[in-house]
């Protein structure tokens, strides 16, 4: 059975890595299709209606949690709904957006007395975002064939490459390591930074221009 959030199906896949189990297979690739997600810092899979609170520490930007922003429904500061005209969304892919006129206002703690001045941004409640996000994938298509998939081919790719390298466990050299714990060897991709990571790196940097850094 297909997930909402797997970013490939297994016609994609060469044969060699067809051959095992339905069911099995059909795990791996959602299990993939996460580890590419959270390699990228959101979630991929097309989401209509998401509604989030953001903590905002004032002045021309505010920064949604998600990202890959398709369109912003509404935004509602303090209880108050805000006018289309007053914000933009100016990077879809990193989920930011900019006030125009009206600066966003700060959330979060307040120093004590006349003169108040801000402490610690926070999510208070206060800024609400509705937008719609992410990508038609291939896993939403099985699932309702009216949908039309749009996920990037970088991405799908990408998918591809973690889940031949999770079934063929045959790492390319200098982009895995591995450790012995007791009698058990095991083996992992090393990130760039010397840390594990699930993807090869050949999946990395095809996801490159889809990362989200702050």
């Not at 795990?27 to 991929?44: D, F, H, K, R, W």
Request: net charge neutral.
């Amino acid at each position: 059975m297909a997930s909402p959030v797997d970013l490939l199906v297994p016609e994609q896949l060469p044969a060699s890595a067809r051959r095992m189990e339905a069911a099995r297979l059909g795990l791996i690739i959602t299990a993939a299709s996460e580890a590419v997600a959270t390699y990228c810092g959101y979630p991929l899979h097309r989401r209509l209606g998401v509604v989030e609170t953001v903590a905002c520490n004032g002045g021309t930007y505010l920064w949604l949690r998600g990202a890959a922003v398709r369109q912003v429904t509404r935004v509602e500061v303090r209880g108050v709904e805000r006018a289309a005209g007053t914000y933009a969304l100016e990077s879809p892919g990193q989920g930011r957006l900019v006030a125009r006129g009206v600066p966003w206002p700060f959330t979060g703690t307040w120093s004590q007395g006349v003169s108040s001045t801000p402490l610690e941004c926070s999510d208070t409640g206060e800024v609400l975002v509705e937008y719609d996000a992410g990508w038609v994938t291939p896993g939403q298509h099985v699932l309702d064939g009216a949908l039309v998939v749009d996920l990037p081919a970088s991405i799908q790719l990408a998918a591809v490459e973690v889940v031949v390298a999770t079934v063929s466990r045959d790492g390319k050299p200098g982009d895995t390591a591995s450790e012995s714990i007791g009698d058990t060897s095991m083996s992992y991709f090393a990130g760039e930074d010397g840390g594990r990571t699930a993807l090869p790196s050949t999946a990395r940097q095809l996801l490159a221009a889809y990362r989200r850094r702050r």
